[in-house]
Nanobody
Framework: QVQLVESGGGSVQAGESLKLSCRFY????????MAWFRHIPDKEREGVAA????????ECADSVKGRFTITYDHIKKTLFLQMDDLKPEDTAMYYC???????????????????WGQGTQVTVSS
């Protein structure tokens, strides 16, 4: 059984940084697809960043490119999202997700993932 537990959210001012964590519980394969999504009420859940853990191959949405960095620590079995230069439009509930197989063409699409965490809130004020 897979369980994902996010942490690290909070309230910050624009321009500041936060680092989100997502601890993986279960039988972690060496090769996993993991991703961060965010959800603003009344909007679609948006893919933010994805990583293929065995190759550390990453992808970021255009809206966060150059500001957010996704990494995975195999020893800690933890996914991270370093968020720098935060903007008010980054305010959302952030979720991590994982699955053993994801179509590489659609790594930032929510339907690719079957396992989700409970979310952590990020609020950025101007």
């Amino acid at each position: 059984q897979v369980q994902l537990v996010e942490s690290g959210g909070g309230s910050v001012q624009a321009g500041e940084s936060l680092k989100l964590s997502c601890r993986f519980y279960g039988d972690a394969l060496r090769s996993l697809h993991m991703a961060w999504f965010r959800h603003i009420p009344d909007k679609e859940r948006e893919g933010v960043a994805a990583i293929y853990t065995s190759l550390s191959r990453t992808e970021c949405a255009d809206s966060v490119k150059g500001r957010f960095t996704i990494t995975y620590d195999h020893i800690k079995k933890t996914l991270f999202l370093q968020m720098d230069d935060l903007k008010p439009e980054d305010t959302a509930m952030y979720y991590c997700a994982t699955d053993s197989y994801v179509d590489d063409r659609f790594r930032l699409r929510r339907e690719q993932y079957n396992y989700w965490g409970q979310g952590t809130q990020v609020t950025v004020s101007s």
